[in-house]
């Protein structure tokens, strides 16, 4: 057989061996084109599940913030009533009007909530709702005397700092910084055993703080109304989604009872997300 004949057959076989492996190629590729496809789709669906499941945590936080704080003046305000309502009428009557105040906030807020979750379809507000449907701005930090202004007619004595230069902050970070003063606040008028509450607001460059401290019975005493009708560290409902919600932003929260007296909840949230 002639060179040129050999040279032939394995420029054909080389040709042949070539298309099979390009055509082995071309199917591990779309093979792998399926495989990571199929990877990219359950991603996204874990992705989707996971946001899902912090949407609903983020409700069921912002729930129990509107009806536990709401719900806790009206409690105070309508057992304040019954207390005076035959000696002082005029005090028992602004007592109801504050339960109603709060029933009022309470409605609106839940709203709001309920607006942003299922809008209506034709986007008016709906007739057959008491004082109609109020899509008011969340909460947010400007309106911390409102918050404070409530608190002290229940019976409890705020004193407000703010240290730094006030500023607008970023609404999430904004509505958090509100609710953890509305939690402590709340949870310190539950409880009863405290004569005031002081309420801090710290603004600096790349973070603000915010810190509720308020006196009380000391837990070196052995007092056991210290820890009466408390959770361990802060470890309630209300903060354990408010630990969540600052963590979200790269912050911390710590609620734990103060030697001296009292209960201290103080966070801290970076203004520049990690």
């Known amino acids: 057989m002639s060179p040129l004949i050999v040279a032939l057959v394995v420029a054909c076989a080389a040709v042949v061996w070539l298309g099979a492996a390009l055509v082995r190629a071309r199917r591990r590729y779309r093979d792998a ?7 990219l789709e359950r991603e996204r669906e874990s992705a989707a599940g996971a946001a899902v499941d912090a949407e609903r945590a ?27 309502l035959a000696t002082m009428p005029d005090e028992a009557a602004a007592a109801m009007n504050a339960v109603e105040t709060a029933g009022r906030n309470a409605m609106t807020e839940l709203r709001h909530l309920l607006g942003l979750l299922a809008p209506s379809q034709d986007g008016e507000d709906g007739e057959d709702e008491p004082h109609g449907t109020d899509l008011s701005p969340q909460p947010s930090l400007s309106g ?21 230069e006030p500023r607008p902050l970023p609404p999430g970070i904004d509505v958090t910084a509100y609710r953890i003063i509305q939690e402590a606040l709340t949870n310190t008028l539950k409880h009863g055993d405290a004569a005031k509450a002081e309420v801090t607001v710290r603004y600096a460059d790349r973070h603000v703080r915010v810190e509720v401290l308020n006196s009380g019975p000391s837990v070196l005493t052995g007092d056991r109304s210290a820890s009466r009708g408390r959770v361990s560290d802060g470890a309630g409902r209300g903060l354990l989604g408010l630990r969540e919600r600052v963590a979200v932003y790269g912050g911390d929260l710590d609620a734990r009872r103060r030697l001296g007296g009292g209960y201290r909840v103080r966070a801290r949230i970076p203004l520049d997300r990690p």
């Open 33 to 39: 084109i399926g495989e990571r496809g199929w990877l």
């Open 58 to 84: 983020r409700i069921a936080a912002e729930l129990h913030d509107i009806v536990s704080h709401n719900v806790s003046l009206m409690l105070v305000q309508a057992g304040a009533a019954r207390e005076v």
């Open 144 to 164: 911390l005397s409102r918050l404070v202004d409530r608190i002290a007619f229940a019976g409890l004595p705020v004193e407000v700092r703010i240290s730094g």
